[in-house]
């Protein structure tokens, strides 16, 4: 015994079907719905044009193929650089520094604009580098060792006051350690 059922569908009902699918598909397909993660903060980017507003931690709606998010970590990073520098007696010396910075949400349009995503070596690296040297020519060998802290703070204000400018804030900065090469163009008598 077989029993058969007419189904009578109607194209205005297959329509709504198909219409509901479609945008099922495309919700999952072209992900118009963005994540910021917590301690982060987003730009949005309009076909290649930073947006001035930051985007809060949360969901957001974007047009797919239009804007694009960008996240940016604002928590307290680390970064560590060996950066060689010249000191008074012109020897080179090798500077490990350690900085703890973080970047102010208000101002990651600003910064992503001027220097990418690779902001770290576009800008941090260069700064501490030049502040480090333009203090370090001003001592001896034996003034380095002596005089570190002094050292260390002239080159964090000079760092400090920079990255403000870039809205990042220092929260540390370190020299660890310093390694003094020998001078191989001494002549001796």
Do not use: W
């Not at 699918?21 to 982060?40: M, N, Q, T, W």
């Not at 797919?64 to 680390?78: A, H, K, S």
């Not at 760092?159 to 163009?185: K, W």
């Amino acid at each position: 015994m077989y029993i058969l059922l007419e189904i009578n569908i109607s194209k205005k009902h297959l329509l709504r079907t198909g219409f509901f699918i479609a945008i099922i598909l495309s919700i999952f397909l072209l992900r118009p719905l963005v994540a910021v993660p917590d301690g982060h903060a987003g730009v949005m980017i309009n076909q290649g044009k930073v947006e001035d507003k930051v985007v809060s931690e949360g969901y957001h709606l974007r047009l797919p193929g239009y804007q694009e998010l960008v996240n940016i970590d604002c928590r307290t990073q680390q970064l560590e650089i060996q950066v060689p520098v010249a000191n008074r007696d012109c020897q080179t010396v090798n500077a490990l520094l350690s900085l703890h910075y973080h970047i102010h949400p208000c101002g990651v349009a600003k910064l992503y604009r001027q220097e990418g995503s690779a902001y770290e070596t576009t800008l941090l690296t260069p700064v501490v580098q030049d502040a480090l040297q333009s203090v370090a020519i001003r001592y001896s060998a034996q003034d380095m060792l002596y005089k570190r802290q002094e050292i260390l703070n002239q080159s964090s204000q000079l760092i400090s006051r920079t990255l403000a400018q870039h809205n990042i804030a220092v929260d540390t900065f370190n020299i660890i350690n310093f390694e003094f090469t020998t001078p191989s163009n001494l002549i001796y008598l």
